[in-house]
């Protein structure tokens, strides 16, 4: 698992209504889509932690809780997991009893009955293209309810 934070910038605090940096999971196996997930996200201030899987979705999600620190979003990319889509990944962590929110993401549309499977499961999805590559950003800060903030970055 890799971790990348980006440290608070003193100009902003106290704007946001919580404090940063933002606690995210992004569960996608191939490391080229962990790094352009977050270079759309490199300007607001959070610590990135990778899951391949569902099951290591699910651990890191229960010690998470176990460790009173619950991630603030949790990212399932719906295409490229290791031995899961990501319909399965956001089912083993709501039967694994996950209330944590969850935002599907995917480079290509999704069928309506995918789509209703995630609504099943009160995760939204969202399509990245390149005219919307700023969506992400804007849908991950409204999960957490947080507004943006911005900063540097440097690796954990």
Same mark, same amino acid.
């Given at each position: 698992?890799?971790?990348?934070? !980006?440290?608070?910038?003193?100009?902003?605090?106290?704007? &946001?209504?919580?404090?940063?940096?933002?606690?995210?999971?992004?569960? @996608? *196996?191939?490391?080229? *889509? $962990? $790094?352009?997930?977050?270079?759309?996200?490199? #300007?607001?201030?959070? %610590?990135?932690?990778?899951?391949?899987?569902? &099951?290591?979705?699910?651990? +890191?999600?229960?010690? *998470? !809780?176990?460790?009173?620190?619950?991630?603030?979003? =949790? %990212?399932? #990319?719906?295409?490229?997991?290791?031995?899961? *889509?990501? +319909?399965?990944?956001? $089912? /083993?962590?709501?039967?694994?009893?996950?209330?944590?929110? =969850?935002? &599907? =993401?995917?480079?290509?549309? =999704?069928?309506?009955?995918?789509?209703?499977?995630?609504?099943?499961?009160?995760?939204?999805?969202?399509?990245?293209?390149? @005219?919307?590559?700023?969506? +992400?950003?804007?849908?991950?800060? /409204?999960?957490?309810?947080?507004?943006? !903030?911005?900063?540097?970055?440097?690796? &954990?």
């Amino acid at each position: 698992m890799n971790e990348s934070t !980006h440290p608070p910038d003193p100009a902003v605090s106290g704007h &946001a209504p919580k404090t940063f940096p933002l606690r995210l999971l992004y569960v @996608e *196996s191939h490391w080229l *889509s $962990r $790094r352009t997930i977050w270079y759309l996200m490199q #300007d607001v201030e959070c %610590v990135w932690i990778y899951a391949d899987n569902a &099951a290591q979705a699910v651990t +890191l999600v229960e010690k *998470s !809780h176990a460790q009173s620190a619950p991630f603030d979003v =949790i %990212v399932v #990319d719906h295409h490229q997991t290791a031995g899961d *889509s990501g +319909l399965r990944v956001v $089912r /083993a962590l709501r039967e694994a009893g996950g209330k944590d929110m =969850i935002l &599907a =993401i995917g480079v290509e549309e =999704i069928s309506e009955i995918e789509r209703q499977h995630y609504e099943k499961f009160d995760v939204p999805f969202l399509l990245l293209m390149p @005219e919307n590559h700023t969506d +992400l950003k804007t849908a991950v800060l /409204a999960a957490a309810g947080r507004s943006a !903030h911005t900063g540097g970055e440097t690796s &954990a």
